[in-house]
Nanobody
Framework: QVQLVESGGGLVQPGGALRLSCAAS????????MGWYRQAPGKQRELVAR???????TYADSVKGRFTISRDSAKNTVYLQMNSLKPEDTAVYYC??????????????WGQGTQVTVSS
């Protein structure tokens, strides 16, 4: 099993910045990718950014150029640096870890979520 602990959410003004952190712990697993999803009220959960064990990154179009995902593999920790925040970035942000057990099958693990509110 994988446990994910998030930190770093909060209230910030438009144009401001926040950094989210997510630390993975547990045993008997190999994490192949970590990422961040978000869910705003009344909307579906969406991928924000993902980084693989090979450091390949994927971003939602809405955050490209503003958000940066990074990973400290030694600490099994993933970070999301969010700059130039907009009110539409307001959501609960969830950390995700993906572990493949065959070439096409995987388990997804989720953090408890951290609230990010962008408001003046």
């Amino acid at each position: 099993q994988v446990q994910l602990v998030e930190s770093g959410g909060g209230l910030v003004q438009p144009g401001g910045a926040l950094r989210l952190s997510c630390a993975a712990s547990g045993s008997g697993f190999s994490i192949n990718a970590m990422g961040w999803y978000r869910q705003a009220p009344g909307k579906q959960r969406e991928l924000v950014a993902r980084i693989t064990s090979g450091s390949s990154t994927t971003y939602a179009d809405s955050v490209k150029g503003r958000f940066t995902i990074s990973r400290d593999s030694a600490k099994n920790t993933v970070y999301l640096q969010m700059n130039s925040l907009k009110p539409e970035d307001t959501a609960v942000y969830y950390c995700n870890a993906r572990s493949y057990y065959t070439w096409s099958s995987y388990n997804d693990y989720w953090g408890q979520g951290t609230q990010v509110t962008v408001s003046s």
